[in-house]
């Protein structure tokens, strides 16, 4: 694949625009490149010749569509929050909440996801407008699973004023944590004990507004 015979197109901030046609598919192939390349080296040696190359794409495409390596990652980024599959509903909060906990640890355990995750928070610590994105990703996840505890308050498992977002985010940051530190395994009983904690601390009233 080589760059388009009809002359350079103008830049365009990454997840501005929603191709389609070749240029979805140009997306597709550098995103995914990127995706192996991030899992593979890590963000320190991301480079966008490399993913040109991977993606079997003309650099000069790569170069004029993201830019920089850290505007690769923001579209990264946004096009993982719109890939994210949907949430489970069980009609029960401490199993909604189990079974979003063990979406979070499938994806952070698996050895490709955690490195790419890992590479991703790397960027976003030196770069504001991956940062951003990365805010934006997990803002979609939150936002995917609060109607869960805003359900769960209209049954009266949980107090009025319950806030639904740090709920989730309660039941996804034990995980996380043990992705970054290493400070034990990421297994099933990590999911249940961060979902139990969770569960819990939302009854006793601790994420009341």
């Known amino acids: 694949m080589t760059d388009?015979?009809?002359?350079?197109?103008?830049?365009?901030?990454?997840?501005?625009v929603r191709p389609g046609g070749r240029t979805a598919r140009v997306r597709a192939a550098v995103l995914g490149a990127a995706r192996d390349a991030l899992t593979e080296r890590g963000f320190a040696h991301l480079d966008l010749a490399d993913v040109a190359r991977r993606a079997g794409v003309g650099k000069t495409t790569v170069y004029r569509r993201w830019g920089t390596v850290t505007g690769l990652v923001a579209d990264l980024l946004l096009d993982m929050a719109e890939q994210a599959p949907p949430r489970v509903t069980t009609g029960s909060l401490a199993d909604d909440l189990r079974a979003n906990a063990h979406r979070v640890r499938r994806g952070l355990a698996d050895p490709r996801p955690g490195a790419l995750f890992r590479g991703i928070i790397a960027a976003a610590a030196c770069d504001e407008r991956t940062a951003e994105a990365l805010r934006h990703f997990y803002a979609v996840r939150v936002d995917e699973w609060a109607p869960c505890v805003e359900e769960a308050v209209e049954r009266g498992e949980l107090p009025k004023g319950t806030d639904a977002r740090e709920v989730i985010r309660a039941v996804a940051a034990p995980l996380h944590h043990r992705l970054l530190t290493g400070d034990?395994?990421?297994d099933e009983d990590c999911a249940d004990r961060a979902a139990e904690a969770a569960t819990e601390a939302a009854r006793a009233g601790v994420y009341v507004r």
């Open 4 to 16: 388009d015979a009809h002359g350079p197109e103008a830049p365009a901030e990454p997840g501005t």
């Open 184 to 186: 034990g395994p990421l």
